[in-house]
């Protein structure tokens, strides 16, 4: 009898755990982590704008790999080839200058269409 | 000096045009928590907008550049009230009335009247905003509120009592002259 009670006790010590990690994990799942996000896109920006004015509905959340060339740094990002705007993770910019090429690793957001561009979050540098 | 004239009118012309300031990297955030409760809110760090020398001002912010502190609020956010798959942005069409450039070199209040669109549907704001000039940035700031109902968003009967029904906006762009 003794050993039985114990025994539920038990089990049911051991399934309220459980319950409760999974309810956790699941209510506080971390975020997208641009690092290891698997790469849905990955081209030239010239080309990304092409393929986002055919379908803008499909692009946003993905994580899209560009190549391209800045022509304008700010506090918070970067402009390259004058369509897409990246905005930086960790703001790392002090050392870009115009007119370099560079790949990035970001979040699509969305297309702005009051300044026609195209806008990314949470990006790194790759190369 | 009959053939500079027409060009030096021109340039003068477009320099009275083109006098308008832009930003792209805008701060936006709402509140809708409720004391007592886990707090409800979210900062877009990307908001972009247009002011011209007439106090017309654009904005608009992409719904997905929404951030919260907790993943999967930010989902349901985007998933089932705001629909942002469907509806990409949030727009901003409005007047700062009395608004000139001339004016800048103080801090300054002006009443800012404009409709506002969320999921496609319009509602009328007027407001106040603040505008001051710092280190040749326009300083843009205001606050208002709305309820979720003005944007046909439907809430939960379960999460209820833990959103606030009005929802305080809260816009500080610093913009810079194009």
């Given at each position: ?18 319950i ?105 540098i790759?190369? | ?40 809110e ?10 011209n ?49 001339e ?45 979720p ?30």
């Open positions: 009898m003794n050993l039985q009670k114990s025994k539920a006790l038990f089990i049911f010590l051991f399934l309220s755990v459980v409760g990690f999974t309810s956790y994990s699941y209510i506080y799942k971390p975020h997208k982590n641009i690092e290891s996000a698997k790469v849905d896109y990955h081209g030239a920006s010239k080309d990304f704008l092409k393929k986002v004015k055919e379908n803008a509905i499909i692009w946003p959340d993905k994580t899209i790999v560009l190549t391209g060339v800045i022509c304008e740094v700010d506090n918070n990002g970067i402009i390259l080839d004058n369509t897409i705007y990246c905005q930086f993770k960790n703001p790392e910019n002090a050392n870009l200058s115009n007119q370099t090429q560079i790949t990035i690793k970001g979040n699509m957001i969305g297309y702005d269409d009051l300044l026609e561009e195209v806008k990314l979050n949470q990006c790194i790759l190369k | 000096m009959k053939k500079t004239l027409p060009f030096l009118l021109l340039f003068c012309l477009q320099s009275i045009v083109a006098q308008k300031y832009i930003t792209r990297s805008g701060i936006s955030t709402f509140k809708a928590s409720v004391t007592a409760f886990e707090p409800i979210a900062i877009n760090k990307s908001s972009s907008a247009v002011i020398n007439k106090g017309d001002i654009a904005a608009l912010l992409l719904i997905k550049g929404f951030h919260f502190n907790v993943a999967l609020m930010q989902e349901h956010f985007n998933e089932n009230y705001m629909k942002s798959d469907q509806f990409s942005t949030a727009t901003f069409k409005g007047k700062l009335i009395g608004f000139s450039f004016k800048l070199s103080t801090t300054k209040k002006y009443t800012l009247n404009g409709i506002l669109t969320i999921k496609g549907i319009a509602k009328k704001i007027i407001t106040e905003a603040v505008i001051s000039m710092r280190n040749e940035k326009l300083n843009f700031r205001t606050t208002f509120s709305v309820t109902q003005d944007f046909e968003i439907k809430i939960p009967t379960i999460v209820r009592k833990k959103i606030a029904n009005d929802i305080i906006i809260s816009v500080n762009y610093e913009l810079a002259k194009k």
